[in-house]
């Protein structure tokens, strides 16, 4: 990776110095040279983490499943079957009832959107960004059934309108639709779960990093996991989170779920609370989504936990749900060589770029013209 241009690093501060200034205090557009210098600190940062991943990897493959090209990890027998038909199905499709949640956590990127009118009807759901009410929600489904192998409830907290979920649930069931939903937790009563596996809902996953692994939302998993075909976990790898679920992990463990999804914290302009406590360890990994460096290693101290304790004979799946994953889905969805939808807008403030020049010194040596 190379810097063209730009002929040593003091030339690269300089340069970064001044796109800063230009970014934070002038009208001007940044030029095409300027922005491919940001893009280039954008590459060689990526392709550092990238490394330090592939160390950790390397450390456990013999333990690990692979698919991909590498691109795709998992710990455990097999993928749920919902990261199956997300991965590798040609007919996956999400659908939101519900635009609020009860809860406000940091690192979650829906924060802020139902603040700005975003907001589904109570008659209405949510597919492609587009509104449509329930016999049309039929309608699309008798047309493309045979095109549909799973419907992934998501959005918000579904639990937050559960009593809409209930008879699409059902209709789609009856399609033989295999179908899976995400929440927090703390909204599940054994009502409103019995009512959901009536309907014909076939996976259910927590988010234990929302509330820590709250002993209320453990009870209600450790019941979900008596009604549903899979239930597990799925949550981003924040330090928080991963000490909460050392301090349980008995009864989690000991709890029945099927899967452990670990998901590497994503970053857009909608959670900039942790963006700017966590500013220096972020990346953009392939430009697109941004995180922190440190999200991916917690799956790894995670998945070396499980492998040491031999959770796999517990017959749970420890899933390196990560940005390469995403990479991943996105090339698979598409029909056109060389084309993906993976995708997502920068959310790197201006300053990362000249924090990380300054304070990194090391990654950018031998890297200019």
Same mark, same amino acid.
């Given at each position: 990776m190379r810097f063209f241009g730009i002929d040593s690093y003091e030339h690269l501060v300089e340069t970064i110095d001044k796109?800063?200034?230009?970014?934070?205090?002038?009208?001007?557009?940044?030029?095409?040279?300027?922005?491919e210098v940001l893009f280039s600190i954008m590459d060689i940062v990526d392709e550092s983490v990238k490394k330090q991943f592939d160390e950790r990897r390397e450390r456990v493959k013999d333990h690990l499943t692979t698919q991909g090209h590498g691109y795709v990890n998992f710990y455990g027998d097999k993928l749920?079957?919902? @990261?199956?038909?997300?991965?590798?199905?040609?007919?996956?499709?999400?659908?939101?009832?519900?635009?609020?949640?009860?809860?406000? @956590?940091?690192? @979650?990127?829906?924060?802020?959107? +139902?603040?700005?009118?975003?907001?589904?009807?109570?008659? +209405?759901? *949510? !597919? /492609?960004?587009?509104?449509?009410?329930?016999?049309? *929600?039929?309608?699309?489904?008798?047309?493309?059934?045979?095109?549909?192998?799973?419907?992934?409830?998501?959005?918000?907290?579904?639990?937050?309108?559960?009593?809409? +979920?209930y008879e699409p649930i059902k209709y789609l069931h009856g399609y033989g639709v295999y179908q899976w939903?995400?929440?927090?937790?703390?909204?599940?009563?054994?009502? /409103?779960?019995?009512?959901?596996?009536?309907?014909?809902l076939d996976e259910l996953r927590f988010d234990l990093a929302s509330t820590n692994c709250s002993d209320k939302v453990l009870t209600m998993m450790e019941y979900a996991v008596t009604k549903f075909h899979s239930v597990g976990i799925e949550s981003p790898m924040i330090p928080e989170y991963l000490e909460s679920f050392i301090n349980k992990k008995d009864r989690i463990i000991k709890s029945g779920i099927d899967f452990i999804n670990c998901a590497e914290v994503h970053y857009a302009t909608n959670n900039k609370?942790?963006?700017?406590?966590?500013?220096?360890?972020?990346?953009?990994?392939?430009?697109?989504?941004?995180?922190?460096?440190?999200?991916?290693?917690?799956?790894?101290?995670? !998945?070396? *936990?499980?492998?040491?304790?031999?959770?796999?004979?517990?017959?749970?799946?420890?899933?390196?749900?990560?940005?390469?994953?995403?990479?991943?889905?996105?090339?698979?969805?598409?029909?056109?060589?060389?084309?993906?939808?993976?995708?997502?807008e920068d959310s790197l403030p201006p300053i990362w770029y000249v924090n990380i020049v300054k304070d990194y010194p090391e990654l950018f040596q031998n890297c200019y013209d």
């Open positions: 796109i800063y200034e230009k970014i934070t205090n002038s009208e001007d557009e940044i030029s095409d040279f300027e922005n749920p079957d919902g @990261c199956n038909i997300c991965l590798h199905g040609t007919g996956f499709q999400s659908v939101g009832a519900s635009s609020t949640c009860n809860l406000r @956590c940091d690192f @979650c990127y829906y924060d802020g959107i +139902h603040n700005e009118g975003w907001k589904i009807q109570d008659n +209405h759901y *949510l !597919i /492609n960004d587009k509104l449509v009410n329930l016999d049309e *929600l039929k309608i699309h489904a008798d047309k493309q059934i045979d095109e549909t192998e799973g419907v992934a409830w998501v959005y918000e907290e579904p639990f937050m309108k559960i009593e809409k +979920h939903m995400y929440t927090n937790g703390t909204l599940c009563t054994k009502e /409103n779960i019995d009512k959901l596996a009536e309907a014909g609370r942790r963006i700017n406590k966590e500013l220096n360890q972020l990346y953009a990994f392939r430009r697109k989504y941004t995180s922190p460096v440190y999200s991916r290693h917690l799956t790894y101290d995670l !998945i070396e *936990l499980a492998i040491s304790e031999n959770w796999k004979s517990k017959g749970i799946t420890v899933h390196d749900c990560s940005n390469s994953t995403k990479a991943f889905r996105g090339i698979q969805r598409d029909i056109v060589f060389g084309y993906t939808s993976y995708g997502d």
